[in-house]
């Protein structure tokens, strides 16, 4: 005799009575040798069947841009700024600029649309320090988020701002021993 397990009807309702809130995280570094880290941690969780987006802001160089994410899996969409190189500096011409700014705003969007349950932001702390991407905008952006929704910003010299907003903070350092 095989027993038969009974699946829950389409009008049960599997929500929790106290949702699980997202975290916002930082990973800092002033030797900016953390990306493998996070890059684990965000492979790991889309191995697991969630939807997870890595976003480059400094990062070019591939003419890849938010209309072509690269996808690892299922699960994980990659994106980096659509520009010919990498930014290092906070002197943009205007369609470098131009490419930032429309990265930027493509990320709010799917952050606010809910259509990712984990979002990195690579070298967020750059774009800020260089003057790229403002200070209050990112806040007014977190606090705006889906409750949800677990941001992982990165970079070094993170502002301080932001590590006061921030659920965990990871400061990863060199260390020598003799």
């Known amino acids: 005799m095989v027993a038969q397990l009974e699946s829950p009807s389409s009008n049960s309702s599997l929500s929790s009575p106290n949702p699980v809130e997202g975290l916002v995280q ?3 570094s002033a030797h900016r040798n953390f990306f493998t880290t996070v890059m684990a941690q965000a492979l790991r969780i889309a191995g697991q069947g969630t939807s997870v987006l890595v976003v480059q802001f400094l990062k070019g160089g ?3 841009g938010q209309d072509k994410p690269i996808q690892l899996g ?3 969409d990659w994106i ?3 520009l010919p190189r990498c930014i290092d500096t906070p002197q943009l011409d205007e369609a470098e600029n131009q ?5 930027w705003q493509h990320t709010q969007n799917v952050v606010y649309a809910g259509k990712y ?3 990195v932001l690579d070298e967020l702390s750059l774009a800020i320090n260089f003057g790229l991407i403002p200070e209050a905008d990112v806040l ?3 606090a705006k988020r889906p409750p949800h929704i677990d941001i992982i910003l990165t970079g070094p010299e993170m502002p301080k701002s932001l590590l006061d907003v921030a659920d965990q903070i990871t400061e990863i350092r060199r260390s020598h021993r003799p």
């Open 62 to 64: 591939i003419g890849q």
């Open 26 to 28: 930082v990973f800092t």
């Open 80 to 82: 980096r700024c659509d």
């Open 140 to 142: 007014a952006f977190l």
């Open 74 to 76: 299922q699960n994980l």
């Open 99 to 103: 490419a930032l700014q429309q990265l």
């Open 117 to 119: 349950a984990l979002v």
